[in-house]
């Protein structure tokens, strides 16, 4: 492998913005059934949710209720809570740049935009209005754990509190007929949706335990089309890890296979499998670090961004006809802008701080605890992946 | 404006000066074209083949210190090593075992698989992220350099774009016309804040390069070939190249051609190659130099022309030009420029002649010019804040 650099060291840069365009970031396909008699419950307490800015007294109040056991920042008697740094992966376009602008534009966070585009993301922050005072854009390119461990170096040296990192960015390749290949040689949609990202978070777990942040939380997103409890789940192909003897195999395709099940590689399921894995290792993440750390670890599904260029490799009929279909036959659609809402409420909303939670929004927008499939909530399926997967990415 | 036809002249003529006629050729970082394995390279120079993977920070200095002189591993940073010229010379410099490659790209998948599809060896290469389309992120890409711990010997800005076909400009995240703001500008912060670490190197042969194209050279039949290049007085230049109030072309010319901004922004390789040396050379021991490899025309810096271009261009060169060159070849030919002890004399532009020898070329009247390489020095600076 490239060797690794040893140190590396980062002022504090902040990105000039310049014109641009977006075109590519996750985003998740599928349907919303609030109303159907699948296995779907509200939850009260998500009910209740206020998307109004609440003041900062009010902020403090909720963060001492919700974390009785963090001490406050200022012994004196005055509660001023310090900006808050999140760090999202796949911030240059679609829902990670809605996130980053609404989280931004509130004034109370810095957002460092880990993106493998860096001109893009620069061209799309300043496009999307954001005050450059308030991102900082770092290099990150998922498909190479090299890049993943300079990145957190970099991260380091910019001498920030980590408080939040959200895992959002994906690729998806719904048309492929053959797998291509991360720099590690796994196959690229688990790769970087969930090998790059795992290896990211189980790095910076370590500065999120260091924060003094009231509220410290670790987001993975996931999607519908990953549950198949759902109808958008059951459509074909269908996620399936089976006994993961893919993943342990290597997922390179030489001697082995794409798919981490082992099966013939299919684009959509190759995608659908890692969101799996994704809402797998937040509750694993869950059940072994967050009594003993505090933080907050959450999943949430914001609707079908179909606008999204997350299907930008798909065919244009597809392009075309998914948003009219989403919007008006499965009522499943919602915007880049009412996404990226959403995300930044369950980063920074004080009555979501409850921990191995998969957030959903009903029509109404109002958020609830949505169910996971029997697979995706496997607990020793959880684990086996859990150690697969630090094996592969070198923790183990 | 002329099409990118008139590049290919029906007639040839004999050129007054001892030089290839060639069309311009370079190897980018931002183009993705399928990679073919490149070949193996020899060197001129005596070679050994490292046995063993280098030291975890390589650069260190060996213990013996005593009547031995055995030179350390160089480290070497390439920008735009992915593919074409600079991905041929890292392999070339690599697999002497001589040298540690720092691989500068923008694209850090790209990279990591052209090392591999090379077959160049784990430990003598690293990839660090650059994007000279932004100036945070080369100076993120200085810290993160210096963070890493390794001395630096030599700089290579090898990497460009070229947009021949393009009637409006793009811009750079700070707002610079895209080809001088990647060739020109970001290179020249770049190799401003590397300095320091250069000149701090204990190593024997420390050494500057930017690459060079004839095409700026007006003194050659490529670089008649319109549109020419000219920098006029640097208005363009001085009102930061933003192309809404004032001009994306550096001599503030209303109509933007994209294959002129690019062979301007050779002659601004050119010229602060030369006021590099004029500053500093005498006072920091470093060797600045430029060089033109040859056309390589098969690398995917023409990627943006027409397809009809792509096709006939190579063969062109090959049989009627006589100024193809191999992507292995130029590979050589840069690494001999970064490494051989008889190319160690500065402020020389570096051309090949058909037998393979390296001679110093002459440049044109306006790359040669000491008050405009001084000008450009000055509103570089402003324009990338080192000022």
């Not at chain 1, 829902?95 to 460092?112: C, D, N, R, S």
């Not at chain 2, 490149?38 to 046995?51: D, G, H, N, P, Y």
């Not at chain 2, 051609?257 to 002659?267: F, H, R």
């Not at chain 2, 004029?278 to 600045?288: C, L």
């Amino acid at each position: 492998m490239a060797l690794q650099a040893a140190t590396s060291f980062l002022p504090s840069a902040l990105s000039a913005r310049k014109e641009g365009s977006s075109v590519k970031d996750s985003a998740f396909l599928g349907v919303h059934l609030a109303d159907d008699g699948l296995k779907l419950e509200t939850a009260a307490l998500g009910l209740r949710t206020k998307r109004v800015i609440t003041s900062v007294a009010i902020r403090a109040q909720a963060a001492a209720v919700s974390s009785p056991s963090v001490t406050p920042a200022s012994p004196s008697g005055k509660k001023t809570l310090r900006k808050g740094t999140a760090i999202i992966t796949g911030a240059s376009s679609g829902l990670g740049l809605a996130t980053a602008k609404a989280l931004a534009e509130t004034g109370k966070w810095h957002v460092i935009m880990a993106c493998r585009d860096f001109l893009k993301a620069s061209r799309a922050a300043k496009a999307a209005g954001m005050d450059k005072d308030s991102f900082t854009v770092v290099h990150l390119d998922l498909a190479s754990l090299d890049s993943v461990r300079q990145f957190v170096k970099n991260v380091r040296q910019l001498e920030m509190p980590v408080d939040v990192v959200v895992c959002n960015a994906a690729v998806y390749q719904p048309t492929a007929k053959e797998p291509s290949y991360t720099a590690d040689g796994f196959e690229m949609s688990v790769g970087v949706n969930h090998l790059g990202h795992f290896l990211l978070a189980r790095e910076l777990l370590s500065d999120l335990q260091s924060s003094d942040y009231p509220s410290k939380r670790l987001i993975i997103v996931g999607s519908i089309t990953g549950n198949t409890n759902t109808l958008a789940g059951n459509v074909p192909p269908k996620a399936n890890l089976g006994d993961l003897r893919g993943l342990a195999g290597g997922l390179n395709g030489i001697g082995g296979s794409a798919m981490i099940d082992g099966g013939e590689f299919d684009g959509a399921k190759a995608y659908k499998d890692s969101k799996v894995c994704n809402m797998l290792t937040m509750q694993e993440f869950h059940r072994r670090y967050h009594e003993e750390t505090g933080v907050t670890f959450a999943s949430l599904y914001p609707g079908c961004i179909a606008t999204t260029g997350l299907f930008r490799e798909h065919i244009p009929l597809f392009r075309l006809l998914f948003p009219p279909f989403q919007k008006y036959i499965t009522k499943g659609y919602v915007s880049e802008e009412e996404a990226g809402k959403r995300l930044s409420q369950v980063v920074s909303d004080p009555s979501l701080t409850k921990s191995g939670v998969y957030w959903s929004w009903n029509k109404n927008s109002a958020s609830f605890e949505n169910q996971l499939s029997e697979e995706a909530s496997d607990a020793d399926k959880a684990k086996k992946l859990w150690e697969i997967s630090e094996k592969l990415v070198g923790l183990a | 404006m002329a099409l990118q036809a008139a590049l290919l002249p029906s007639t040839l003529s004999s050129v007054p000066k001892k030089c290839s006629i060639a069309v311009a050729a370079k190897d980018t970082a931002f183009l993705s074209v399928s990679q073919k394995k490149v070949q193996a390279a020899s060197l001129s120079v005596r070679t050994r083949v490292a046995t063993t993977a280098p030291v975890a920070t390589p650069g260190s200095s060996t213990a013996a210190k005593d009547g031995k002189k055995t030179v350390r591993q160089g480290v070497v940073v390439i920008t735009g090593a992915s593919s074409g010229l600079g991905l041929a010379a890292a392999k070339a410099l690599a697999e002497t075992g001589k040298w540690h490659v720092v691989m500068a790209c923008r694209d850090f998948l790209k990279a990591a698989k052209a090392a591999k599809g090379a077959g160049m060896a784990d430990g003598s290469y690293t990839i660090m992220h650059l994007d000279l389309a932004s100036l945070d992120s080369v100076r993120q890409f200085v810290d993160s350099f210096r963070r890493a711990g390794m001395p630096l010997d030599s700089l290579v800005c090898n990497a460009a774009i070229y947009r021949p076909t393009a009637r409006t400009p793009t811009f750079t995240a700070d707002g610079y016309e895209m080809s001088v703001g990647v060739n020109h500008l970001g290179h020249f912060l770049l190799a401003r804040l590397l300095l320091d670490d250069m000149q701090k190197s204990d190593y024997p042969s420390r050494r500057l390069i930017i690459l060079g194209s004839i095409t700026g050279n007006t003194n050659t039949l490529a670089g008649n070939i319109p549109p020419k290049a000219g920098l006029g007085d640097l208005r363009g230049l001085a009102a930061g190249l933003r192309g809404q109030n004032g001009s994306a072309m550096i001599d503030g010319s209303e109509s933007f051609d994209g294959a002129k901004a690019y062979k301007d922004s050779k002659i601004c390789n050119m010229l602060t190659m030369q006021e590099l040396h004029r500053r500093y050379h005498e006072e920091t021991g470093i060797t600045f130099a430029s060089l033109y490899p040859g056309c390589i025309a098969t690398t995917g810096l023409f990627r943006e022309h027409i397809p009809l271009f792509r096709l006939l261009f190579p063969p062109f060169q090959k049989f009627v030009t006589k100024g193809f060159v191999s992507e292995a070849e130029s590979g050589k030919r840069l690494a001999q420029v970064v490494s051989d002890p008889s190319l160690t004399k500065s402020g020389v532009y570096w051309s090949w002649n058909k037998d393979s020898a390296s001679f110093e070329n002459q440049l044109s009247q306006e790359a040669s010019d000491p008050e405009k390489a001084k000008k450009l020095w000055e509103i570089s600076e402003k324009l990338v804040g080192l000022a």
